[in-house]
């Protein structure tokens, strides 16, 4: 299977604390993406980083991506109960037209 | 406009029954595509659509039939599916296929 795979599984933090999700991925890519996804509903882009690029950022997010370990990860800063969801790595495999996604990490943030 | 959408957002069929899932959107996206997602689990790529010509299809059974129409309709027509077909179907589209997805909230279809 392509399928990257993501740590941890579950996640539950504080409010205000800040929340560190992992990807690895198999294939050579273009591109890394993280979404996110609210209960059983459509999944929402949060960030793109291209494989030349080593950190990105987005508002409280903060996206690292390093080719030689095939691996990025995705730091969300002082987080809040709203960001409570299901976070996926994706990532192209190289490939032009489809996207390959990761096991997730469910995040559960306390208020 | 970003919207992605799709109709019905609940579908409950026999195994039997014909039925058609749609997706709509107006962003001039020429790749579209249908994941079908179970509980706790990513989503799985069924088909791509590349300017209207299916250009993927991940081995999906026959009893999945897409459609595309024109560039801003895709649709997905089932018939004769099984219990375990049952899960959240989702739709997407992209400008280009390894660029940011877009997608729709999703079909929550139940097979009894």
């Known amino acids: 299977s392509q399928q990257g795979e993501e740590d941890p599984q579950a996640l539950s933090i504080q409010e205000g604390e800040n929340a560190t999700m992992n990807c690895s991925y198999k294939t050579s890519i273009n591109n890394l993406q993280w979404y996110r996804q609210n209960s059983g509903r459509g999944l929402v882009h949060l960030i793109l980083i291209r494989s030349n690029e080593r950190e990105k950022h987005s508002g409280r997010l903060r996206v690292t991506l390093d080719t030689s370990k095939k691996s990025s990860s995705l730091l969300i800063t002082a987080s809040r109960a709203a960001d409570t969801a299901s976070y996926f790595c994706a990532t192209d495999g190289g490939a032009t037209n489809k996207l390959i996604f990761g096991t997730g990490t469910l995040l559960a943030v306390q208020p | 406009d970003t919207e992605v959408t799709q109709t019905p957002k609940h579908l409950v069929m026999g195994m039997t029954n014909k039925k058609s899932l749609k997706c709509e959107q107006h962003?001039?996206?020429?790749?579209m595509y249908w994941y079908k997602q179970k509980a706790k689990k990513p989503p799985e790529l069924m088909f791509v659509y590349s300017y209207e010509k299916l250009s993927i299809n991940e081995s999906v059974p026959s009893r999945f039939s897409p459609e595309c129409p024109n560039s801003s309709l895709l649709n997905l027509h089932l018939h004769a599916l099984q219990p375990e077909d049952s899960a959240l179907y989702l739709c997407?589209?992209?400008?280009?296929?390894?660029?940011?997805?877009?997608f729709g909230p999703g079909t929550r279809l139940l097979v009894l």
């Open positions: 997407a589209s992209s400008l280009k296929g390894y660029e940011t997805q877009y």
């Open positions: 962003m001039g996206h020429r790749a």
